[in-house]
């Protein structure tokens, strides 16, 4: 069955250090992978979308990357900050005639001052 | 501005009631998604609509119904069959399939 998986346990990191967060799929060919932040009571919010042609993508401090043969993607958020503290899910187009986009649990960042 | 509202913020329900959650977008997008959120687990797909006057089920439609009569508007109906419908709710808005854009969600509680 098609599983995303995200470390199901929080991700503490002190503050100008780089975060690291991990995507790993299966029984999934997603054409593109998605990160979203998500702040408590709110909804998710865009960051990255990357194709699976793209190796890397990068916006000011936050890197993605994409590996199909490992399966995996990695979020880097690098000096980070306390603000940077949320939830990060990563999302996969799916298979079938609609390419529904599925998401991940999340893991939750917190950056430390 | 253009964006995706939904309300109200927080709802309350009795048992055997059924509740309407609002969705509206302004961003002229095509398709519109509604999602379930419970704690420590990822957005589950209710229902998503692709276009005006059509819908198809997610992975839990179960005691839930959708309408799309409008492009802007895509209301969530909670009925009386949906056995625990305590939970986040959000909607969402795409232009195509890929990047979706979330409202600030709904809060259901049942007494």
């Known amino acids: 069955s098609q599983k995303i998986e995200q470390n199901s346990e929080a991700l503490n990191i002190q503050e100008g250090k780089t975060a690291t967060l991990t995507c790993n799929y299966t029984n999934y060919s997603p054409a593109y992978l998605q990160w979203y932040r998500q702040d408590p009571g709110r909804g998710p919010v865009f960051l990255l979308l990357?194709?699976?042609?793209?190796k890397e993508k990068r916006k000011e401090r936050l890197k993605v990357t994409f590996d199909t043969t490992l399966k995996q993607s990695l979020f880097h958020i690098t000096a980070s900050q306390p603000a940077d503290s949320a939830t990060y899910l990563c999302a996969l187009e799916g298979s079938g005639g609609y390419q529904k986009v599925t998401f991940g649990t999340g893991t939750k960042l917190q950056v430390i001052p | 501005d253009g964006g995706i509202t939904q309300s109200p913020k927080y709802l309350f329900r009795k048992e055997g009631q059924n509740v309407t959650l609002s969705c509206e977008q302004n961003l002229n997008h095509d398709a519109m998604y509604w999602y379930r959120q419970d704690p420590g687990q990822g957005l589950r797909l209710i229902y998503y609509?692709?276009?005006?006057?059509?819908?198809q089920k997610g992975d839990i439609a179960e005691g839930y119904s959708v309408s799309r009569e409008k492009k802007e508007s895509f209301p969530l109906t909670v009925t009386s069959a949906q056995k625990n419908p305590t939970a986040f709710y959000l909607c969402?808005?795409?232009?195509?399939?890929?990047?979706?854009?979330f409202g600030p969600g709904t809060r259901l509680t049942v007494l």
């Open positions: 969402a808005s795409s232009r195509g399939t890929d990047t979706q854009y």
């Open positions: 990357i194709r699976e042609n793209e």
């Open positions: 609509s692709q276009i005006v006057n059509d819908f």
